[in-house]
């Protein structure tokens, strides 16, 4: 019985081992940035809106944030308005050893008149950079940790009226101090949604270059509008995902905790066979 508990602290000791905590993510810097410009044209009469995303970042965290609800009147009647709003965010305050991403946009373009609806035109760009230093949690610099990110995107819209082209896109980076690119990941179909998910290896010590970016493009196509009826084109298109890190077990780790295994299983087919 005394080997047996032996034997089992062994177990437990190896398996504690594996599931060790290497390292934490801090955010070392980042900044954010993105905009927004928009037009359509009624009747010949053609009305623009823009707006810009605010950097609200603070410590450990990354984050941007805008927002615009304008409308135009139209000459002799009617109005053209635009309502529009965008994140892009970071987080490393959540979790020590992960960090929490995401960005998005929605906006909705709207026109009421008598007569001709012309076309419309909506893009919006989002950025967010960030330096993520892989920082020393029990394991000393040096030590090979695995990172791995995940999450999913997914693409909504909806018009009244012909839509020529939807093109909603994301790209996601992930590169070493060389500038060497470690994960990537780009896309989005519109009306669309997918998860996606990538792995790689890393050390202790090493700083990380996270780039996500957010575009998104709207055109829609001319439409007959009779007195009271309108127009609308609305889009909306968002990423969220995490970026964690875990620590990779030396081999001494995982053969300490097979021979302990082993020995278990022997000692105990032995006791039956008594």
């Known amino acids: 019985m005394k080997l047996n508990k032996i034997l089992l602290?062994?177990?437990?000791?190896?398996?504690?081992?594996?599931?060790?905590?290497?390292?934490?993510?801090?955010?070392?810097?980042?900044?954010?940035?993105?905009?927004?410009?928009?037009?359509?044209?009624?009747?010949?009469e053609t009305v623009s809106f823009d707006a810009v995303l605010d950097d609200l970042s603070g410590a450990g965290f990354v984050l941007g944030a805008g927002a615009s609800d304008a409308s135009r009147a139209l000459t002799p009647a009617g109005s053209v308005s635009q309502l529009w709003s965008a994140t892009?965010?970071?987080?490393?305050?959540?979790?020590?050893?992960?960090?929490?991403f995401s960005a998005g946009s929605a906006g909705a373009l709207s026109a009421h008149a008598d007569?001709?609806?012309?076309?419309?035109?909506?893009?919006?760009?989002?950025?967010?950079?960030?330096?993520?230093?892989?920082?020393?949690?029990e394991e000393a610099v040096g030590t090979p940790v695995r990172v791995d990110v995940a999450?999913?995107?997914?693409?909504?819209?909806?018009?009244?009226?012909?839509?020529?082209?939807?093109?909603?896109?994301?790209?996601?980076?992930?590169?070493?101090?060389?500038?060497?690119?470690?994960?990537?990941?780009?896309?989005?179909?519109?009306?669309?949604?997918?998860?996606?998910?990538?792995?790689?290896?890393?050390?202790?010590?090493?700083?990380?270059?996270?780039?996500?970016?957010h575009d998104s493009q709207a055109m829609g196509g001319a439409a007959a509008m009779a007195a009271g009826a309108g127009h609308t084109l609305d889009n909306a298109a968002w990423l969220e995902g995490?970026?964690?890190?875990?620590?990779?077990?030396?081999?001494?780790s995982y053969a300490l905790f097979l021979a302990g295994l082993t020995a278990i299983g022997l000692f105990g087919r032995r006791r039956l066979q008594r």
């Open 9 to 44: 602290a062994g177990v437990m000791s190896a398996a504690s081992a594996l599931a060790a905590q290497a390292a934490e993510l801090s955010l070392a810097s980042g900044s954010v940035a993105g905009s927004l410009a928009a037009q359509a044209t009624v009747n010949g």
């Open 88 to 100: 892009a965010s970071l987080d490393t305050t959540l979790d020590p050893a992960s960090a929490a």
């Open 115 to 137: 007569g001709q609806f012309e076309g419309s035109l909506e893009a919006a760009s989002l950025w967010l950079e960030a330096e993520l230093a892989i920082v020393s949690a």
């Open 151 to 213: 999450g999913s995107a997914e693409s909504l819209w909806a018009s009244s009226g012909p839509t020529l082209e939807l093109v909603p896109t994301f790209d996601l980076v992930v590169r070493d101090a060389g500038a060497n690119v470690l994960g990537s990941w780009q896309g989005l179909d519109a009306g669309g949604s997918e998860s996606f998910s990538f792995s790689f290896q890393s050390l202790v010590g090493e700083v990380l270059s996270f780039s996500l970016s």
């Open 242 to 252: 995490t970026i964690t890190v875990t620590a990779v077990p030396e081999p001494e």
